[in-house]
């Protein structure tokens, strides 16, 4: 049984569907949730944590459901996008009130501090959140989600405002609590994050699921698409004239490079990627030229994000 | 027909005509550097403040009552002179004119003491409603911070608001009552009225700025503070109802000292709009720098309450 | 113009507390990234540098102005976009911009041509007839920009301006940032956390913690590389690439992966004197074997922002490499 269970899922707001036949099933580790603004994200997540009813389909935590059972949501945890707290309260304070909340009872101060020194908040704990900058206020907010050691993390945004630095620890943290055997949810924009932690990523449009599983395989899927990888080689135009021979690439582009005496860098399209991999250092070999750089341009996240949603990169909207 | 031999111009054929262009979207016109002066810089603050006041609804309601409140008096006027005229020379006719002049409108200081006066309530709730709109709301959403980032001090800040702000009453008061005098003067048979009437005039000018100006500096100090409409109207209402109410029983009833009537904003006016028009009145024996001291004590407040308001808006948190 | 902001012998106590200090910084212009963590000091900079907050000791040149004493003129050539949500309830984008305008000293009608060009230069269209607080986070952020760049301003400092935007936003934004740059020659002083942004706009960055400037310059050098190290990324069988390259005296570090498996990324450090050809003999030979082994990635090894950014603020020595 998994822990995340969603099935023929869809919500309705009146005529316009905020979601519509998604389908997941989700494992123990760490899944990015993305899509752009207004794609449903917010709508799957309020579902799962059961404050939603869905129009149709069900949504299951550990086989049970999630709207009619409140009492499954005990091993979630949740943190929301939104800013709203009850400002004049400490934030252990809040932090022990929401582990109550979740039936933690007295264990619940020493269970609060745990979870706000995973979060790195012990330090402000006793400050109001009144006080509190942004980045403090999301840190209370993950330890909330966290204080009574749930089996399921869904996570929104969780790393609004909070800086560079505190940025990789709470990444580690998503990390190890995934390792211990959670099943982690993140949804975020900030894709390259997303990909530091996980390769599985459920992409949403339009209140739809447009593609899910690992990037490197939902990149091989786009066949429209031919691999972009970029190259830099002792002798570019001899290797690019090989390489059209032999039919592993089906264009090329040359892009000039920054420096005085640089040599133009080669962007082939690749279909495929694995005969093209194996292949290359033979070539290279044969021809006497080194290759000092090899770098697939449109393989992550935010790439293929672009292609499957359609849009120009770095167009302006 | 003649044949005409063509001369082609090659030139002219193979380069582009001069007159096509693309226009470069990037291209942006450099702005006049300022061209108003650095001083007036508070009038668009005090002109925007103006237009969302007007744009609402509501607003429309209240110029509703104070136009037929002022018309109203117009219209007594009008009748008066018409009056004046028609018994012109008739004998009998001395005595209704006699009554006439006494009780509707007599053209002294304290009939347009009495029409500005009139006009208060009006003003009182216009301002009620509308100090969110005018001041509340630059601090809930942070409006401050966009301003002080321009070229533009706090004390043109504070100045463009209450120039807006005193522009709106003095709609109500200082202007129509203005008109009445005029009007007033303008059906006399000579143009004396006015040479005579110079107190009447610095009357109602005094009058009629204190009431813009002063409830203006009471409205900017209470939105600043409580920022939303509700509690605005809350404590308004507190000042200028329940205050004089409690220090009417007060007095009244329990007998004490006349130094009660100070806490009364509406007294403070009364008192000095007699000072101004040179009436005499039982309305107060006491002191005559108490009323002064008072209404400083008001202002002040209030005043003390905008400036800490806004000193405490940080440009970048 | 060779200097943007200067800062000469700058300190700014809040009570005891020194919030700030800088003894000689210079920033050339440019696209400066301001990195820090929270409480560095980045709001006490930014405060002073527009003029808004005094410093207690020192002084601060924006543009050529003391920002302290010519604090409108500082304004006035100077565009900021908070990074919260701050505008005029109750007025249109359009409304908005011309009265951003109109504060700097434009005539209504001057003012309103000049919010339509802006508008049009960062694709707001229809929506600037709309309310601003009725519009999504994307038409926000750029309206917030659209105010900061009315006034034609030499220098624009931008506070988390991809907050809340989505990938398709924040790309668009990004873009939109290096061409305000590349097109219209303005300067730029960046402040995000996020590192990304920072690194793929900014020519340098200026990085803050606890109220002093650790360091400040091109992120190029500030990094530092070591030769003939490669980062590698292998698919297929990582236990038989790493035989392959050991045998021909490549040294390997393997780099943490995620959710367990075994690694497919490398730094590959080369024996002395040896080139890339090394690596390429290795993945000839692994490419025919069964396991195979296949070389998908390669590029040298440097220091990225992250990198720099980390070490330098964990304490290590990081001065400017323009002293």
Not at chain 2, 52 to 64: A, E, H, N, P, Q
Not at chain 3, 92 to 105: D, R, T, Y
Request: aromatic share 8%.
């Amino acid at each position: 049984m998994n822990p995340v269970s969603i099935r023929d899922l869809a919500k309705w707001y009146g005529e316009i569907a905020g979601l519509n036949k998604v389908n997941l099933e989700l494992q123990p580790g760490i899944t990015g949730l993305v899509g752009p603004n207004g794609a449903g994200k917010s709508t799957l997540m309020k579902i799962l944590t059961g404050q939603l009813k869905a129009s149709y389909g069900e949504a299951l935590i550990f086989g049970k459901d999630v709207w009619k059972t409140p009492a499954a949501r005990r091993r979630l945890g949740y943190s929301p996008e939104g800013d709203s707290f009850y400002e004049d309260m400490s934030v252990l304070a809040f932090v022990r009130a929401m582990g109550r909340l979740c039936g933690l009872g007295g264990s619940a101060d020493a269970l609060a501090r745990e979870a706000l020194g995973k979060t790195g908040a012990l330090g402000f704990a006793g400050k109001r959140l009144k006080a509190c900058s942004k980045g403090m206020r999301q840190r209370a907010k993950l330890a909330q989600a966290l204080v009574h050691k749930p089996d399921i993390l869904v996570l929104d945004e969780p790393l609004n405002g909070i800086d560079a630095t505190g940025r990789r620890e709470m990444l580690r943290l998503f990390e190890e609590l995934a390792g211990a055997g959670a099943t982690v949810i993140v949804s975020s924009h900030i894709l390259e994050e997303i990909e530091a932690v996980t390769s599985r990523i459920v992409f949403l449009a339009q209140g739809k699921v447009i593609a899910s599983g690992a990037l490197a395989e939902v990149r091989g899927l786009l066949k429209d698409h031919p691999l972009k990888l970029l190259v830099t080689a002792s002798d570019p135009r001899k290797l690019g004239a090989r390489l059209l021979e032999s039919g592993l690439v089906t264009g090329i582009v040359f892009q000039r490079r920054a420096g005085e005496l640089a040599e133009d860098d080669l962007v082939l399209s690749v279909p495929q990627v694995e005969s093209f991999y194996r292949a290359l250092p033979g070539l290279a070999r044969e021809l006497g030229i080194g290759i000092d750089r090899l770098v697939p341009l449109d393989a992550s996240a935010e790439a293929v994000f672009g292609y499957l949603v359609g849009e120009e990169m770095g167009g302006s909207a | 027909m003649t044949e005409e031999s063509l001369e082609i111009n090659e030139s002219d054929l193979l380069s582009p005509s001069p007159e096509a262009t693309v226009v470069d979207r990037w291209t942006l016109s450099s702005a006049p550097r300022e061209s108003r002066a650095a001083a007036m810089a508070w009038w668009p603050v005090a002109r925007i403040g103006l237009k969302l006041v007007v744009k609402r609804r509501i607003f429309k309601v209240f110029i509703g009552l104070g136009l037929i409140n002022f018309l109203f008096f117009s219209a007594m006027i009008y009748f008066l002179a018409g009056l004046a005229a028609q018994l012109k020379g008739q004998r009998f006719g001395q005595g209704p004119l006699e009554f006439a002049r006494n009780f509707i409108f007599t053209g002294t200081g304290e009939s347009f003491r009495d029409f500005i006066t009139s006009q208060n309530t009006v003003v009182m709730l216009l301002l009620a409603i509308s100090g969110a709109v005018l001041v509340g709301n630059d601090f809930r959403f942070r409006s401050l911070t966009f301003y002080l980032s321009k070229p533009l001090e706090r004390w043109q800040y504070f100045l463009g608001k209450l120039v807006a702000t005193s522009l709106l009453v003095s709609m109500l008061t200082l202007l129509p009552c203005l008109a009445l005098f005029i009007e007033y003067g303008l059906f006399g048979d000579t143009f004396d009225y006015f040479f005579e009437s110079r107190r009447i005039l610095f009357g109602i000018l005094a009058y009629g700025l204190l009431v813009s100006i002063g409830m203006s500096i009471l409205l900017l100090g209470v939105a600043a503070l409580l920022q939303r409409t509700i509690s605005i109207v809350m404590v308004w209402g507190l000042i200028f109802i329940f205050l004089p109410i409690v220090t009417e029983v007060v007095h009244e009833a329990a007998r004490s000292s006349e130094y009660w009537k100070l806490l009364d904003f509406w007294f403070l006016l009364q008192w000095c709009s007699n000072a101004f028009f040179g009436i005499e009145s039982e309305l107060y024996s006491g002191q005559p720098w108490c009323p002064i001291a008072a209404l400083a004590a008001w202002f002040g407040a209030a005043l003390w309450a905008f400036w800490s308001k806004t000193r405490a808006v940080e440009v970048v948190s | 113009m060779d200097e943007l902001i200067r800062l000469e012998k700058l300190k700014r106590y809040y009570g005891a507390h020194l919030a700030f200090e800088a003894e000689e910084v210079v920033f050339p212009p440019g696209v400066i990234g301001l990195l820090g963590p929270n409480g560095a000091g980045k709001s006490t900079l930014l405060n002073i540098l527009m003029g808004l907050l005094e410093p207690s000791s020192g002084r601060a040149w924006m543009l050529g102005f003391d920002a302290a004493k010519e604090s409108r003129e500082v304004r006035s050539r100077v565009g900021y976009m908070p990074e919260n949500d701050s505008f005029v309830a109750g007025l249109s984008v359009l409304q908005f911009v011309s009265l951003a305008g109109e504060l700097h000293g434009l005539r209504p009608v001057d003012a309103r041509r000049r919010a339509h060009e802006v508008l049009s230069l960062l694709g707001l269209e229809e929506a600037r007839y709309r309310l601003i607080e009725e519009q999504p986070t994307g038409i926000r952020q750029r309206a917030k920009l659209a105010q900061a760049l009315i006034n034609n301003p030499d220098l624009v400092i931008l506070d988390e301006p991809t907050n809340g935007l989505d990938p398709a936003g924040r790309s668009a934004m990004l873009e939109l940032i290096s061409r305000l740059h590349r097109e219209q020659g303005k300067s730029i002083l960046f402040s995000s956390h996020l590192l990304g942004d920072v690194e793929r706009v900014c020519d340098s960055v200026v990085i803050l913690d606890k109220g002093k400037v650790l360091a400040h310059g091109a992120v190029a050098a500030l990094a530092s590389s070591r030769t003939n190290s490669y980062r590698l990324q292998v698919s297929g069988s990582a236990e038989v690439c790493g035989r392959l390259l050991r045998e021909r005296g490549v040294r390997l570090e393997a780099l943490p992966s995620k959710a367990g498996a075994p690694s497919q990324d490398f730094i590959a450090i080369l024996p002395e004197g040896a080139d890339t050809k090394l690596l390429f003999e290795a993945f000839a030979a692994g490419g025919e074997g069964e396991p195979g082994c296949l070389l998908s990635g390669l590029w040298p090894h440097e220091e990225n922002l992250e990198t720099v950014f980390e070490r330098i603020v964990a304490g290590e020595a990081g001065g400017s490499p323009n002293d």
